[in-house]
């Protein structure tokens, strides 16, 4: 092919240009910090949510102890152990929900069990201090009316 002598000269200014361009190269990578707002707002979530499951594991610890204990109770061969232990139980649990700190009174420990069953107290209660032939095993669902009861008052 024939070149005209005007292409020539361009030719020639085009490749002194060409050679002061700098080579193409790519980009440098994108930093990974900082994240972008949504993976803080994962974060703040997952924080927020192991953050109540604490809270709420220690809220509910006591009861899960108390429900445990209740279960080894049950397990019990001896009626007369099942009774004292029992008493033994509610009456703690009494202690701790009047959150005075002092020692409730065996009238007061009665009016608990009354209020959360409501009707006068039943012949299992006292049932460990009595003679063989007038015990009276332990009812356990007055048990279970018992705790839910107070565990809403001391969740109040």
């Keep these: 092919m024939a070149t005209l002598p005007l292409m020539a000269n361009a030719t020639a200014g085009l490749d002194s240009i060409l050679s002061q361009l700098a080579p193409n190269t790519p980009p440098p990578h994108a930093s990974a910090w900082p994240p972008a707002i949504g993976y ?11 953050v109540l499951m604490v809270i709420w594991q220690n809220k509910t610890k006591q009861w899960r102890t108390i429900k445990k204990n ?10 007369r152990t099942q009774s004292e232990q029992v008493h033994a139980l509610l009456h703690w649990l009494d202690n701790k929900k009047n959150r005075e700190g002092k020692i409730n009174s065996p009238q007061n420990f009665k009016q608990s069990i009354e209020n959360a069953l409501q009707h006068p107290l039943p012949d299992w209660v006292n049932a460990h201090y009595r003679s063989d032939k007038d015990f009276v095993s332990v009812d356990w669902s007055d048990v279970q009316v018992i705790i839910k009861s107070w565990r809403k008052e001391i969740a109040k």
């Excluded at 803080?40 to 192991?50: E, N």
């Design 40 to 50: 803080w707002l994962i974060l703040a979530a997952l924080i927020i949510f192991f």
């Design 70 to 79: 209740i279960a080894k109770v049950q397990q019990l061969t001896d009626p």
